[in-house]
């Protein structure tokens, strides 16, 4: 399967975005799917991660928990990363990628990256 993500761009502190992450080649609704995030200097970090069906959503860090959503399509091949109350230390290069189970994606086993998105958070 390959991935593009989109939908990044330049707001300010307190503003929303919404990611999108199309995916080709690929039987879309077999996979887990994730999205990462890597800002300058530090290493990349799981924000976040949704179920093949998309019932379920983790999010490991509570910094993100209450403000940023997941959400899939899966009969649009899309999965959705809805991101509020956003501030300057979620500026980073956000990356959507997929695995065949929410486990894989947690433990960055991952059969897919897309190439990222620049969000920039101006306070």
């Known amino acids: 399967v390959q991935l593009q993500a989109s939908g990044g761009g330049l707001v300010q502190a307190g503003d929303s975005l919404r990611l999108s992450c199309a995916a080709s080649g690929g039987t879309f609704s077999r996979y887990a799917m994730g999205w990462f995030r890597q800002a300058p200097g530090k290493e990349r970090e799981l924000v976040g991660a949704?179920?093949?069906?998309?019932?379920?959503?983790?999010f490991p860090d509570s910094a993100v928990k209450g403000r940023f959503t997941i959400s899939r399509d899966n009969a649009k091949n899309t999965v959705y990363l809805q991101m509020n109350s956003l501030k300057p230390e979620d500026t980073a290069v956000y990356f959507c990628?997929?695995?065949?189970?929410?486990?894989?994606?947690?433990?960055?086993?991952?059969?897919?990256w897309g190439q990222g998105t620049q969000v920039t958070v101006s306070s």
């Open positions: 990628a997929a695995a065949l189970t929410l486990h894989s994606i947690v433990e960055g086993a991952l059969d897919a």
């Open positions: 949704t179920i093949s069906s998309g019932a379920s959503t983790y």
